[in-house]
């Protein structure tokens, strides 16, 4: 079965025949659209609310992009643009109850299971600023998206029609905000060291680093809209992951190749083992199966707040709300934040690190289906407003009960105006350990790094992955 916002019923007829139909939904109002746009309207084009609150504790967002500090240079660590921001006050194990309608529940659990815990709330900085045309491309995407439904798997939901940015800036209903986040823009190029770190409960820790590149054709402003690669259902996106340490995991490859929407095509992924010097296809990259390195702390699916298909789970949008997430966590990025300065003793993360404030954000409940199967039973999704990145995720096993508390800890890269993590956190109540997802400080993120597309292939991945 396959609907879209825009299809009449004859036409849904015409394409399935006489399979039950569903009722087409609509396209934005007039209103809507004349409320959304650049300057001058209600909406941002992300869909966030212009204005700020009404307490004056989040700004009024202004299409103005962070500049850089003085002493950055091009290709090097990111220096802190917030560095003068002093904290306004600290959220505690004493306190955390007088700020319960701003935190999440996996924000409050950290708070009872550790009485150490606590949150650096910092002053609001709306530093999710895009390119021009990432924009522009949003507020074309407001009259050409469809969300469709399908049969594909357990019943998944995509989009067409839509290029480059947020399919849909003002959804209707859960599918369309969860679908912001599979669409949302990304750095274009990538060539990172990054480090998957499974703290035991002792607080001991072995650091697994692995050398990750992509091209992010989505997001290319080199890819006209009719170019290759600029429609969501091909393989937009290129990814390879290569572990290099320790020394008896090194030369282990991922190669994936994916859409931004899976409504009509899957996630290839291949994998390469320098025991066997072979390249296998991976159908087990996906899902809840473990991700690379992480002892069974975190699944595939959980990388990035969210990754692949979506067909598992139904999504409900609960509304917005203030919250406390992490945000311009520039410490975190910094070149001297290195695991055994981030690391706690205790195996947490050193909470001086962090940076919090108050945002809006957008809450999507994920509910398992009836009928299929995954490690969690329910997840909660917290995205920020003006960009759609995940900042949270509590997760819930399947009796119900909260077992892990995700965070996402993403920078806004200045110098090329994109999004993205130099972080990611997740805490298991049930076995009291952490998992973290970092960038490794031998070097900073290269994003003037290019390669051919043969670069992501099977042939190419055998050949970087013998020792």
């Known amino acids: 079965m396959l609907f879209t916002r825009k299809t009449s019923f004859n036409k849904v007829l015409a394409t399935i025949g006489a399979l039950t139909v569903g009722t087409a939904l609509a396209a934005v109002t007039p209103e809507e659209r004349a409320s959304i746009g650049l300057e001058g309207t209600t909406l941002t ?123 849909f800036p003002i959804p209707h209903n859960g599918n369309e905000a969860f679908l912001n986040q599979a669409s949302r823009p990304r750095p274009v190029w990538y060539d990172a060291a990054e480090t998957t770190i499974a703290v035991a409960s002792t ?43 320790p020394a008896k995991l090194a030369g282990q490859v991922v190669l994936v190749h994916e859409p931004p929407s899976f409504s009509e095509n899957f996630r290839k992924a291949w994998a390469y083992s320098p025991g066997q010097r072979r390249v ?55 070149e001297d934040a290195t695991p055994d300065k981030v690391i706690k003793e205790d195996g947490r993360l050193n909470q001086d690190y962090s940076r919090y404030e108050l945002h809006r954000v957008w809450v999507i409940e994920a509910s398992l289906k009836e009928g299929t199967s995954h490690a969690y039973r329910k997840r909660v999704f917290y995205l920020d407003e003006d960009s759609w990145e995940v900042m949270l995720v509590d997760i819930y096993d399947l009796r119900g009960e909260l077992w892990r508390h995700w965070e996402d800890h993403n920078i806004m890269y200045y110098e090329i105006g994109f999004s993205n993590r130099v972080a990611e956190i997740s805490y298991d109540f049930n076995a009291h350990r952490m998992l973290a997802l970092m960038i490794d400080k031998n070097s900073a993120p290269n994003f003037a790094w290019r390669a051919p597309d043969n670069y992501f292939t099977p042939a190419a991945v055998r050949r970087r992955g013998i020792r």
């Open 45 to 167: 084009p992300t869909g966030a609310i212009r204005a700020g609150n009404a307490e004056g504790t989040i700004p009024e967002w202004k299409n103005v992009p962070i500049v850089p500090p003085e002493g950055y240079k091009s290709g090097g660590f990111h220096l802190d643009p917030f560095a003068d921001d002093a904290v306004r006050f600290t959220i505690t194990s004493q306190n955390f109850q007088e700020h319960a309608d701003k935190l999440s529940e996996g924000q409050k659990r950290m708070f009872e299971t550790y009485s150490d815990f606590f949150m650096n709330i910092y002053p609001t900085r709306r530093s999710m600023i895009y390119q021009p045309y990432i924009y522009e491309a949003a507020l074309k995407n407001l009259d050409r998206s469809e969300l469709r439904i399908t049969d594909f798997h357990m019943g998944m939901i995509g989009y067409y029609g839509t290029r480059k940015a947020w399919a």
């Open 203 to 245: 607080g001991d820790y072995v650091v697994n680093k692995l050398q990750v590149n992509f091209h992010y054709k989505w997001s290319d402003p080199e890819l006209s809209d009719d170019d290759p690669g600029a429609n969501p259902q091909d393989n937009t996106t290129l990814y390879a992951q290569v572990l290099t340490a």
């Open 280 to 334: 296998k296809r991976a159908p087990q990259i996906v899902y809840d199966n473990p991700t690379t390195a992480g002892d069974g702390l975190g699944t595939t699916d959980q990388g990035y707040g969210f990754n692949g298909p979506n067909d598992r789970f139904t999504y409900k949008l609960l509304g917005k709300r203030e919250m406390y997430v992490p945000y311009n966590p520039y410490k975190l990025a910094a």
